[in-house]
């Protein structure tokens, strides 16, 4: 079956990064496009960003562009989310996810999900 795994959270002050990564198996990996998506207690699931298959374009949001970036090597089956200058409005679960077709921005677009990585930011 597919399974992605998430990991790399953990807790960063104001100002710092994180990596977050995430294995993907049980599907061919080069064929999917990916995305990566946040939720906080309380509130919906966000959209943080989206690579495409071959990894050659990539979407964010305007909440998180310029200090995101998503990175994927096909021969590992993994993505990648580098998170840069993190603010405190950051703090929340991140999941990977496998798009139905190509990338979306949409949480309904997703076939497959992780479980997800804590992230908390102090302020």
């Known amino acids: 079956q597919v399974q992605l795994v998430e990991s790399g959270g953990g807790l960063v002050q104001t100002g710092g990064s994180l990596n977050l990564s995430c294995e993907v198996s049980?599907?061919?990996?080069?064929?999917?496009?990916m995305g990566w998506f946040r939720q906080a207690p309380g509130k919906e699931r966000e959209f943080v960003g989206t690579?495409?298959?071959?990894?050659?374009?990539?979407g964010f949001p305007a909440s998180v562009r310029g200090r995101f970036t998503i990175s994927r090597d096909n021969a590992k089956n993994m993505v990648y989310l580098q998170m840069n200058s993190l603010k405190p409005e950051d703090t929340a679960d991140y999941l990977c996810?496998?798009?139905?077709?190509?990338?979306?921005?949409?949480?309904?677009?997703?076939?497959?999900w992780g479980q997800g990585t804590q992230v908390i930011v102090s302020s």
């Open positions: 996810a496998v798009a139905r077709a190509g990338p979306a921005a949409e949480p309904s677009r997703y076939a497959y």
């Open positions: 049980g599907l061919i990996f080069s064929n999917y496009a």
């Open positions: 690579i495409s298959k071959s990894g050659n374009s990539a």
